[in-house]
């Protein structure tokens, strides 16, 4: 299926990230991926085992609005998105906010390069997310989403 970004994932052996009618498997971690997750999984007290890692060539590379709520995902961790390269717009929309009786305005903010993000739980249930089309961003943006993905038996 065609997307408009690149995307890659690593993680611990067996693993692998379903999401949009898309299955991901996990490439081994390189060293460089793991002291970085480490770092991550130190300072926020989660131990992720995956990352997603999506490059968005330019400004017209971009992902929609959507919640991470993938049923092997484990909630509990919240997900850490670390930027790398070009700034771009990450625009967050409360589930509410079509409600005419409680209008909750959109959240953006400006994610640069080395900027750490975490959606602690319950972020994922109440607030969509998306990084839209920005004809004006021409360099390259890295995102690296740590997650903690639990393996789901099929019995």
Avoid: C
Avoid at 26 to 33: E, G, H, R, V, Y
Avoid at 39 to 64: A, E, K, M
Avoid at 92 to 119: F, I, Y
Avoid at 129 to 138: C, D, E, G, I, T
Wanted: charged share 25%; net charge positive.
């Amino acid at each position: 299926r065609d997307i408009p970004r690149q995307q890659v994932a690593f993680g611990d052996p067996g693993l692998s990230y379903k999401f949009s009618g898309l299955s991901l498997p996990a490439l081994s971690w390189p060293q460089f991926l793991s002291d970085l997750r480490d770092s991550i999984s130190d300072q926020l007290g989660y131990d992720y085992n995956f990352v997603l890692v999506n490059r968005y060539r330019n400004g017209s590379d971009h992902i929609g609005e959507h919640r991470d709520d993938e049923a092997e995902l484990d909630v509990e961790a919240g997900i850490a998105s670390v930027s790398l390269g070009q700034v771009r717009d990450f625009v967050m929309r409360h589930t509410d906010h079509r409600n005419r009786l409680r209008k909750v305005e959109p959240v953006k903010l400006a994610l640069g390069h080395g900027s750490l993000l975490h959606m602690q739980p319950p972020t994922n249930k109440y607030w969509f997310h998306s990084l839209p089309v920005r004809k004006s961003a021409q360099g390259v943006r890295i995102n690296l989403t740590f997650r903690k993905v639990r393996v789901i038996s099929v019995e």
